[in-house]
């Protein structure tokens, strides 16, 4: 069965430091990731797909499929990226969320 | 129209009450999808159509009653309802099922 771990449900920075939100994942298949975010009251949004390997609002994140992790990252926080983050794996049609991640960022 | 829209943006129901949500694109997606996300957690898929046809139910109570009933269209039919029923219902559409799923606002369901 797939599962998605984010280890921590709230994750506090300062307002220029570098950031960090884990994600582990179990799946037997190649994996398909991805990281939602979910702003105050607003839908729930695509950020990054690991297949595009893009960079969204400075926002990176990379498939480590020996340590089984697909962690986002951002060198400087900024205090609009407060939100709910959630790492997801897609099998066929389902798509399975990690329980996610509050970021609060504090000017 | 590039985004997938929801109606009510919210709604009151009593146990009795039989209601339906909505949803609706038209970036000409074949796939839509019912998800159920509860306060502080995250979403849980219900339902998927394919093509219009319904391809996942996950072992949802039969008080929720999908329908497509065109390649646009998404309702949700709720009969009978219970208190723990209420919840955000989100709603999202992806270019067929292996493709990224793309959500609605949500519609966020109170059952008194």
């Known amino acids: 069965a797939q599962r998605v771990t984010q280890p921590e449900k709230l994750l506090s920075v300062f307002k220029g430091a570098p950031v960090e939100l884990k994600c582990n994942y179990s799946?037997?298949?190649?994996?398909?990731l991805f990281w939602y975010v979910q702003y105050s009251r607003q839908r729930l949004q695509l950020l990054l797909r690991h297949i595009s390997r893009e960079s969204i609002k400075g926002f990176t994140a990379d498939l480590n499929k020996g340590e089984t992790s697909f962690h986002l990252k951002k060198p400087f926080a900024q205090e609009e990226d407060s939100a709910m983050y959630y790492c997801a794996l897609k099998s066929g049609s389902r798509l399975t969320f990690g329980e996610g991640t509050q970021l609060t960022v504090n000017p | 129209d590039t985004e997938v829209t929801q109606t009510p943006k919210h709604l009151v129901m009593g146990m009795t009450n039989k209601k339906s949500l909505k949803c609706e694109q038209h970036?000409?997606?074949?796939?839509m999808y019912w998800y159920k996300q509860k306060a502080k957690k995250p979403p849980e898929l219900m339902f998927v159509?394919?093509?219009?046809?319904?391809?996942i139910n996950e072992s949802v109570p039969s008080r929720f009653s999908p329908e497509c009933p065109n390649s646009s269209l998404l309702n949700l039919h709720l009969h009978a309802l219970q208190p723990e029923d209420s919840a955000l219902y989100l709603c999202a559409s992806s270019q067929d099922i292996a493709e990224t799923q793309y959500f609605g606002p949500g519609t966020r369901l109170l059952v008194l």
């Open positions: 970036m000409g997606h074949r796939a």
């Open positions: 799946y037997s298949g190649s994996p398909e």
């Open positions: 159509y394919s093509y219009e046809k319904l391809s």
